[in-house]
Nanobody, 132 residues
Framework: QVQLVESGGGSVQAGGSLRLSCKTS????????MEWFRQAPGKEREGVAA????????FYAEFVKGRFTISYDNAGNTLYLQMNGLEVEDTGVYYC?????????????????????????WGQGTQVTVSS
C-alpha cells in the first residue's frame, strides 16, 4: 500500500532551521503533485509548499517564500522541506500529501489550485515548535 511517513520535526528557537522528510513507498511519485501542509492550534490546515517532480514545478505560500525550500529525491523516494529562519508563527503539525489521482497537474499543484480535499494520501504529521 502507498505510505507517507514524515520525520524531522522538533523544537527550535526563532531563527533556527529544520529539515522535514517524507519517505514514500508503494508508488513512484514523479508525475504526482506533492504538497506540504501545516496546521497551527486553532487554525485550519494550510498549504505551505508544493512540487510536481517531473517538471520541477514548485509553489510556495507567501508567508514562507525565501525561507523554505521544497524538493524531491527520486532515488530515495523522499519529499523534503528545508525550513530556515523559522518564526514562532511557523509552529504547527506539518503533513505531507500526495495526489495519486493525477487531478492536479504541474500548473495546478499548490496555491489556490490544490486544497486539502484534493489529496487522497497523507502522512501522520510531524510537530514543529518554534519558541522566541
Amino acid at each position: 500500500q502507498v505510505q507517507l511517513v514524515e520525520s524531522g520535526g522538533g523544537s527550535v528557537q526563532a531563527g533556527g532551521s529544520l529539515r522535514l522528510s517524507c519517505k514514500t513507498s508503494g508508488h513512484t511519485f514523479n508525475k504526482n503533485c506533492m504538497e506540504w501542509f501545516r496546521q497551527a492550534p486553532g487554525k485550519e490546515r494550510e498549504g505551505v509548499a508544493a512540487i510536481y517532480p517531473a517538471t520541477t514545478s514548485t509553489f510556495y505560500a507567501e508567508f514562507v517564500k525565501g525561507r523554505f525550500t521544497i524538493s524531491y529525491d527520486n532515488a530515495g523516494n523522499t519529499l523534503y522541506l528545508q525550513m530556515n529562519g523559522l518564526e514562532v508563527e511557523d509552529t504547527g503539525v506539518y503533513y505531507c500529501a500526495a495526489d495519486l489521482s493525477r487531478r492536479l497537474g504541474p500548473t495546478a499543484c499548490g496555491g489556490g489550485y490544490s486544497e486539502v480535499a484534493d489529496f487522497g494520501y497523507w502522512g501522520q504529521g510531524t510537530q514543529v515548535t518554534v519558541s522566541s
